[in-house]
T-cell receptor, first 115, second 109 residues
């Protein structure tokens, strides 16, 4: 059973470009979470999605950031018009259900560098 | 919202000694407390967790304690080995996971 998959693993963008990060949850998991990690810091919650629904986006910046989890295919975190401050590692996690008793399994992350 | 503080930020221990990492949380409604280990270039991996109705849990060399009254929980690693070197994160769950800032643990051979 493959774990959570993220691609690309490394992404370089110039300021003003768009970044698309993809996450395929573990088989059987319908809950996806996105986190951002700045160097030497902990992970910060961004958004929680179920298939076709955004459940909690309280950690998402109000502008330029969006996320989706379509019925078919991976979850996508999209960052428009990237700025240098967007440089970070972005991690996706999945779980089989909601609630603290459902372990979140993390992917290897996408390291975004904005030049 | 929830706020999780973690100490120390760095910790070096001799191989074979014990390591203790402490966290405090602010939201009394948090009910699940996982600990994650993150190795360089990888995603966090769950190593142990504890629920709010339990005071202590042990899994081989790793143990976690929870004091709900004081709102703090701790990770204990005994008989440390070089492969325990990593960054460790505590987290508290109430509708979402809130992470501590991490502890870089170095095991000195």
């Amino acid at each position: 059973n493959a774990g959570v998959m993220q691609n690309p693993r490394h992404l370089v963008r110039r300021r003003g470009q768009e970044a698309r990060l993809r996450c395929s949850p573990m088989k059987g998991h319908s809950h996806v979470y996105w986190y951002r990690q700045l160097p030497e810091e902990g992970l910060k919650f961004m958004v929680y999605l179920q298939k076709e629904n955004i459940i909690d986006e309280s950690g998402m910046p109000k502008e330029r950031f969006s996320a989706e989890f379509p019925k078919e295919g991976p979850s996508i975190l999209r960052i428009q018009q990237v700025v240098r401050g967007d440089s970070a590692a972005y991690f996706c996690a999945s779980s089989p259900g909601r609630g603290g008793y459902n372990e979140q399994f993390f992917g290897p992350g996408t390291r975004l560098t904005v030049l | 919202g929830e706020n999780v503080e973690q100490h120390p930020s760095t910790l070096s221990v001799q191989e074979g000694d014990s390591a203790v990492i402490k966290c405090t949380y602010s939201d009394s409604a948090s009910n699940y407390f996982p600990w994650y280990k993150q190795e360089l270039g990888k995603g966090p991996q769950l190593i142990i967790d504890i629920r709010s109705n339990v005071g202590e849990k042990k899994d081989q060399r790793i143990a976690v304690t929870l004091n709900k009254t004081a709102k703090h929980f701790s990770l204990h690693i005994t008989e440390t080995q070089p492969e325990d070197s990593a960054v460790y994160f505590c987290a508290a769950y109430n509708e979402k996971l809130t992470f501590g800032t991490g502890t870089r643990l170095t095991i000195i051979p």
